[in-house]
């Protein structure tokens, strides 16, 4: 894509975000003008250059009209002559639209056909599912066998390309990242693939960018870009099944849980193991205590936050198809240590 940085070199529009290349994953601002991966760069080369040029067009045609009302306003009551805006209005009415709108399109499309093209081969393949109103995330090796189920949070490694495999259960979503790439809908019965590649550390906030339902404004998640070393630790906690209760407070959570939750949540390497495959599907919740956030990037995932959640989700996310699980303060309490305890 050398031609995309060149041109942004020529718009003089700010040096692409390298600057950024940390080792940590920090929060980084949510925007499509803060380009952290190729894809997203040429995505903004196109925005600047489509502004320049509307700025350019708009100014212009301001200034027209601006020199029409002077010189009508210098001619008072005589008639203005005609003469030269039959040709002002065959070129700068017709032609110059012509050929920058065409322009414009042509360049649009170009990109689209180079961000459509097939990942490389050594990609890290994940299937993202949406659903009202979360995202299921699972890991595939490389041989297109699932590692394990995760929720609402991608960790993707510095510098390898990533394969999002999407598909919908219920409704059309659209997945959206804005820092690392534009927007493909997950789409019923249909598989769309979307690629990139972080070139920096960062946690990326993404979200749902069609409208699904009430809840369509709290369907977030996180794509955190890390170094592969730390990736790597991360996939290998990942594949271990949970880890086990290890206070009176957390066995005591994780006998509650058993009895509420585990009818539709998953905890791998408990009885609740195998759970959400019989139409009802929640979040898989094996390292839940490992998250970021929960109720898909709803809430930070703090103890109050999940003793909330647990109790009354309906308050924080009306709609969403987790009843209220009406718990003994000392149940409630004991289910939050559970919950955190899932590293
Ligand atoms: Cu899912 Cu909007």
Same mark, same amino acid.
């Given at each position: 894509?050398?031609?995309?940085?060149?041109?942004? %070199?020529?718009?003089?529009?700010?040096?692409?975000? @390298?600057?950024?290349?940390?080792?940590?994953?920090?929060?980084?601002?949510?925007?499509?003008?803060?380009?952290?991966?190729?894809?997203?760069?040429?995505?903004?080369?196109?925005?600047?250059?489509? *502004?320049?040029?509307?700025?350019?067009?708009?100014? +212009?045609?301001? &200034?027209?009209?601006?020199?029409?009302?002077?010189? &009508?306003?210098?001619?008072?009551?005589?008639?203005?002559?005609?003469?030269?805006?039959?040709?002002?209005?065959?070129?700068?009415?017709?032609?110059?639209?012509?050929?920058?709108?065409?322009?414009?399109?042509?360049?649009?499309?170009?990109?689209?056909?180079?961000?459509?093209?097939?990942?490389?081969?050594?990609?890290?393949?994940?299937?993202? %599912?949406?659903?009202?109103?979360?995202?299921?995330?699972?890991?595939?090796?490389?041989?297109?066998?699932?590692?394990?189920?995760? @929720?609402?949070?991608?960790?993707?490694?510095?510098?390898?390309?990533?394969?999002?495999?999407?598909?919908?259960?219920?409704?059309?979503?659209?997945?959206?990242?804005?820092?690392?790439?534009?927007?493909?809908?997950?789409?019923?019965?249909?598989?769309?693939?979307?690629? *990139?590649?972080?070139?920096?550390? +960062?946690?990326?906030?993404?979200?749902?960018?069609?409208?699904?339902?009430? !809840?369509?404004?709290?369907?977030?998640?996180?794509?955190?870009?890390?170094?592969?070393?730390? *990736?790597?630790?991360?996939?290998?906690? !990942?594949?271990?099944?949970?880890? @086990?209760?290890? %206070?009176?407070? &957390?066995?005591?959570?994780?006998?509650?849980?058993?009895?509420?939750?585990?009818?539709?949540?998953?905890?791998?390497?408990?009885?609740?193991?195998? !759970?959400?495959?019989?139409?009802?599907?929640?979040?898989?919740?094996?390292?839940?205590?490992?998250?970021?956030?929960?109720? &898909?990037?709803?809430?930070?995932?703090?103890?109050?936050?999940?003793?909330?959640?647990?109790?009354?989700?309906?308050?924080?996310?009306?709609?969403?198809?987790?009843?209220?699980?009406?718990?003994?303060?000392?149940?409630?309490? @004991?289910?939050?240590?559970?919950?955190?305890?899932?590293?």
């Amino acid at each position: 894509m050398s031609w995309i940085g060149a041109l942004k %070199t020529v718009l003089v529009i700010g040096a692409f975000a @390298a600057s950024g290349a940390s080792l940590s994953a920090k929060s980084v601002e949510q925007s499509a003008l803060n380009p952290a991966s190729p894809q997203a760069f040429s995505i903004d080369v196109l925005w600047w250059l489509m *502004f320049w040029v509307s700025l350019v067009a708009l100014v +212009g045609t301001l &200034a027209v009209l601006a020199i029409g009302l002077w010189r &009508a306003r210098r001619a008072g009551n005589q008639q203005l002559s005609a003469v030269g805006s039959r040709n002002l209005v065959l070129v700068a009415g017709l032609a110059i639209p012509l050929v920058v709108l065409v322009s414009l399109v042509g360049g649009s499309l170009i990109l689209g056909k180079e961000l459509s093209a097939e990942p490389p081969a050594n990609a890290l393949t994940i299937e993202v %599912t949406g659903w009202r109103w979360w995202w299921q995330v699972r890991y595939l090796d490389s041989g297109g066998e699932p590692m394990f189920t995760t @929720a609402n949070e991608l960790h993707i490694p510095v510098g390898r390309p990533v394969k999002v495999s999407l598909r919908a259960a219920d409704v059309i979503h659209s997945f959206w990242v804005p820092n690392l790439h534009g927007k493909t809908d997950l789409v019923p019965g249909h598989v769309n693939n979307s690629w *990139f590649q972080a070139s920096q550390a +960062g946690v990326f906030r993404g979200q749902c960018a069609e409208y699904c339902g009430t !809840q369509h404004a709290l369907m977030a998640f996180l794509v955190i870009a890390e170094p592969e070393a730390e *990736f790597e630790r991360w996939l290998e906690n !990942q594949k271990r099944p949970a880890p @086990a209760p290890q %206070t009176a407070a &957390a066995r005591l959570g994780q006998q509650v849980f058993m009895d509420k939750c585990s009818h539709c949540h998953n905890i791998r390497g408990t009885q609740a193991e195998g !759970q959400g495959t019989d139409g009802i599907v929640a979040p898989d919740l094996t390292h839940f205590g490992s998250r970021r956030t929960l109720a &898909a990037a709803t809430k930070p995932s703090s103890r109050g936050h999940i003793a909330g959640w647990v109790s009354d989700s309906q308050s924080i996310k009306p709609g969403n198809f987790m009843p209220p699980i009406p718990l003994t303060p000392e149940h409630l309490t @004991a289910v939050t240590t559970y919950l955190e305890s899932l590293k």
